[in-house]
């Protein structure tokens, strides 16, 4: 797919990853949606980045409530047009082990991590199919792919997004490309010590973490070559192999 011109919707785009892509996209020449939630600096900047309205726009939505992600799909639209593009980036990871698995928790993270990009995801793909076609990249992750009983939520979540994609790459085929990228682990999470992060970074084969160009240069081959939909794509340095 040609970035030029095209119109992209990233959510998550306020912050971390998600505003990398979008700012990626931007310099790339796409038209982007900047999703946020909290992080209306960040999205803002993107809008800057573009240089105003005509190549961006930032829009709040709460993803956790089906009626908001109609509302940012639609703004998007009304604005660009149409969507080509949406990256689903956006997403929380919050210690939930078994022992201490609670409901509300088990809703929020589900409703955020799986089922706003499964309805973002559907209800675009109907745009983009009666519009000519588009791609979709879902942000997965290591944890979708190997069990984390310390994040059994997310883990959950994450590995039911990986299945969705493979089930939307078919359902919106031909003229919707649906793929997926899981990386490992980008930024050490909060309270680990530099002994902990050197010991995790030496069983890594590449010995060191991706980082979050290499990640945004893995989605942009998704997005850039027709003839991949369905996959996903494993961007860290070999953690996976190691566990």
């Not at 505003?19 to 960040?42: K, T």
């Not at 201490?100 to 675009?124: C, F, G, H, I, M």
């Not at 969705?164 to 649906?178: F, G, H, I, M, W």
């Amino acid at each position: 797919m040609d970035m030029r011109e095209a119109a992209a919707l990233v959510t998550g785009a306020g912050s971390g990853l998600g505003r990398a892509l979008a700012e990626a996209l931007v310099a790339r020449g796409a038209r982007v949606a900047a999703h946020y939630h909290g992080s209306a600096d960040g999205a803002r900047s993107v809008v800057d980045k573009a240089g105003g309205g005509a190549r961006a726009i930032a829009i709040r939505a709460d993803l956790r409530l089906p009626g908001e992600i109609r509302v940012l799909l639609d703004s998007a639209v009304r604005h660009f047009g149409r969507v080509d593009i949406v990256v689903n980036n956006a997403a929380v990871l919050v210690r939930t082990p078994a022992d201490d698995l609670r409901s509300e928790t088990w809703d929020d993270v589900l409703a955020l991590n799986l089922r706003a990009p499964a309805l973002l995801s559907a209800w675009a793909g109907s745009q983009m199919r009666a519009a000519g076609g588009g791609a979709i990249v879902n942000i997965g992750d290591l944890a979708g792919l190997e069990p984390w009983p310390a994040y059994v939520a997310h883990a959950a979540a994450k590995a039911g997004l990986h299945h969705l994609t493979k089930c939307l790459a078919l359902a919106l085929a031909p003229e919707v490309r649906v793929n997926a990228v899981a990386p490992g682990l980008v930024d050490p999470p909060p309270g680990w010590s530099p002994e902990r992060i050197e010991r995790f970074r030496r069983r890594i084969p590449r010995g060191r973490l991706p980082t979050v160009d290499e990640v945004v240069a893995g989605v942009f081959s998704l997005l850039e070559n027709d003839a991949l939909t369905g996959q996903i794509l494993v961007i860290d340095g070999g953690q996976s192999l190691s566990l």
